[in-house]
C-alpha cells in the first residue's frame, strides 16, 4: 500500500528511536562518534559530524519521499544546495537558466560561478523554444524556477525535460514557491529538485536550510561527496526544526493556497491595483499549464501598484503582513523585489522581466482571510 502525501509528510523518514523508543527523531548535536574499531565508524558513515548525522538522514529521507525522489541530501542552506550542485561542472561548462530566478541566484551564477569558468545564458522559459535555442555543445545543466520569483512564470517541465535530455543535459527545478505539496517536478521528467527549506517547507521562519532530491544512485552519491568536500551542511537542530515544519506541510499548503487564491482576487478587483499575478487566476496567461502540472497555486501573490511611492506607502502601512524578506513562513509577509529580494539583478534585467518599482510581493500566511483582506483594504484605501 503506497501511503497518501499527508501520510508521509508525518511519516516518512521517521522511525521510533532504537534504544528509547523515542517517536520523534532526536536531535543528535554530536560532531564526532566513538569508533568500534580503528577505522570501522558505526553504520559505515557516521565518522564525523559533517559526513553524517541521523536528524540529517531522517530529514533528507522525508523530502525525498515527500518530492517522489529516490534520495535527499540537506544543506546549510538554499543556495549552498544550488551552488554544490553546479559544482559538478568544470570550467567552461555550460548552463541555461530561467532569467527570472530569487535574485540571490542570479547573484551566485554572475557574479561567483561565473569567475570560475561557468558560463551561463538567461532566458524566459516559458516558451521552450528560448531553452532550446540557448543550448550549447557544453550545456551540462538547465536550471528552472516554476512559478518564478517573483513574476510568477510558469514552465512547462515536461518540455524543458525533453530539450535537456535531448542535448545530455539535467534539469534541475527550484520548487521553493510551489512545495511538494502542489508540485513534484520529477513526476514531470526533471532530475534534480532544489528547496530553500527556509521557506514552505519548514514553514516558520525559523531556520536557514536547503534540500536537494534526486532519483539517480550515482547523482545522489556525487552530491554527497561534493558536500562532504564542502562543507555546506545543516546542524541537527535545523533538521530536527524542518522534520516538525513538514509534519504539518499539507495542512499549511492547504491554507496558504484558499488564502493566496482569496488575496489574489480581492487585488483583482480593487481600483488601486493596475496588476495581479497569480498562477490560480484566470487572468494569469499561463494558467491553464499551472494547472495541469500543479495541484495547488500556493501564498505568494505578486501586485504592481503602479509607483514606488506607492509600494512604499503599501508596505509601510499593512498590518498583518511584516515587511521583511522571505516568504512561506505561517505569518503574512509583503517585499518590494525591486529594492529587496532582486536589488542584486541589474536594473535593466528586472525591467525587462516586469519586476518594476511599483512591484508588490506578498508572501500570504495562514491567518484569517478576512483580517488579511481588511489589512489590505485598510493600507490601500
Given at each position: 500500500m503506497s501511503p497518501r502525501f499527508d501520510t508521509l509528510a508525518i511519516h516518512a523518514g521517521?522511525?521510533?528511536?532504537?534504544?528509547?523508543?523515542?517517536?520523534?527523531?532526536?536531535?543528535?548535536?554530536?560532531?564526532?562518534?566513538?569508533?568500534?574499531?580503528?577505522?570501522?565508524?558505526?553504520?559505515?558513515?557516521?565518522?564525523?559530524?559533517?559526513t553524517a548525522n541521523p536528524t540529517r538522514d531522517a530529514l533528507e529521507a522525508s523530502i525525498a519521499a515527500l518530492e517522489s525522489g529516490k534520495h535527499g541530501v540537506a544543506f546549510a542552506s538554499g543556495l549552498s544546495a544550488i551552488e554544490t550542485l553546479l559544482k559538478r561542472l568544470s570550467a567552461g561548462d555550460h548552463v541555461v537558466s530561467e532569467e527570472n530566478t530569487y535574485g540571490g541566484t542570479t547573484r551566485l551564477f554572475t557574479k561567483v560561478l561565473a569567475r570560475l569558468g561557468l558560463e551561463f545564458t538567461f532566458v524566459d522559459t516559458r516558451d521552450p523554444a528560448n531553452i532550446a535555442a540557448a543550448i550549447r555543445p557544453r550545456t551540462k545543466l538547465v536550471h528552472v524556477e516554476t512559478p518564478t520569483n517573483p513574476m510568477m512564470r510558469i514552465c512547462d517541465l515536461r518540455a524543458a525535460?525533453?530539450?535537456?535530455?535531448?542535448?545530455?543535459?539535467?534539469?534541475?527545478v527550484d520548487n521553493t514557491y510551489a512545495s511538494p505539496?502542489?508540485?513534484?517536478?520529477?513526476?514531470?521528467?526533471?532530475?534534480?529538485?532544489?528547496?530553500?527549506?527556509?521557506?514552505?517547507?519548514?514553514?516558520?521562519?525559523?531556520?536557514?536550510?536547503?534540500?536537494?532530491?534526486?532519483?539517480?544512485?550515482?547523482?545522489?552519491?556525487?552530491?554527497?561527496?561534493?558536500?562532504?568536500?564542502?562543507?555546506?551542511?545543516?546542524?541537527?537542530?535545523?533538521?530536527?526544526?524542518?522534520?516538525?515544519?513538514?509534519?504539518?506541510?499539507?495542512?499549511?499548503?492547504?491554507?496558504?493556497?484558499?488564502?493566496?487564491?482569496?488575496?489574489a482576487r480581492f487585488l483583482a478587483a480593487h481600483p488601486r491595483v493596475d496588476r495581479v499575478i497569480y498562477p490560480g487566476l484566470a487572468s494569469h496567461p499561463q494558467h491553464t499549464l499551472a494547472a495541469r502540472q500543479m495541484s495547488g497555486f500556493t501564498g505568494m501573490v505578486a501586485v504592481d501598484v503602479g509607483t514606488l511611492a506607492r509600494a512604499k506607502a503599501l508596505s509601510e502601512s499593512l498590518e498583518y503582513f511584516a515587511l521583511a524578506e522571505s516568504l512561506g513562513g505561517v505569518e503574512s509577509l509583503v517585499s518590494v523585489p525591486a529594492l529587496m529580494t532582486h536589488a542584486a539583478?541589474?536594473?535593466?534585467?528586472?525591467?525587462?522581466?516586469?519586476?518594476?518599482?511599483?512591484?508588490?510581493?506578498?508572501?500570504?500566511?495562514?491567518?484569517?482571510?478576512?483580517?488579511?483582506?481588511?489589512?489590505?483594504?485598510?493600507?490601500?484605501?
Open positions: 521517521v522511525e521510533p528511536e532504537p534504544v528509547t523508543g523515542a517517536v520523534m527523531t532526536p536531535i543528535f548535536q554530536t560532531s564526532t562518534y566513538a569508533q568500534p574499531a580503528l577505522a570501522e565508524p558505526k553504520g559505515g558513515r557516521f565518522d564525523y559530524g559533517r525535460a525533453e530539450i535537456a535530455h535531448a542535448a545530455g543535459a539535467l534539469l534541475s505539496y502542489n508540485q513534484r517536478p520529477l513526476e514531470l521528467g526533471a532530475d534534480v529538485v532544489v528547496h530553500s527549506s527556509t521557506k514552505y517547507v519548514n514553514g516558520h521562519s525559523d531556520l536557514i536550510g536547503g534540500l536537494v532530491v534526486v532519483r539517480d544512485d550515482a547523482l545522489a552519491e556525487e552530491l554527497r561527496y561534493l558536500q562532504n568536500a564542502s562543507g555546506a551542511v545543516p546542524g541537527p537542530m535545523d533538521c530536527f526544526l524542518t522534520l516538525r515544519g513538514i509534519k504539518t506541510l499539507h495542512l499549511r499548503m492547504g491554507r496558504h493556497n484558499a488564502n493566496g487564491l482569496t488575496v539583478v541589474p536594473e535593466d534585467r528586472r525591467t525587462a522581466m516586469g519586476v518594476t518599482p511599483g512591484l508588490v510581493r506578498l508572501s500570504v500566511g495562514i491567518e484569517a482571510a478576512d483580517d488579511l483582506l481588511e489589512d489590505l483594504a485598510r493600507a490601500l484605501g
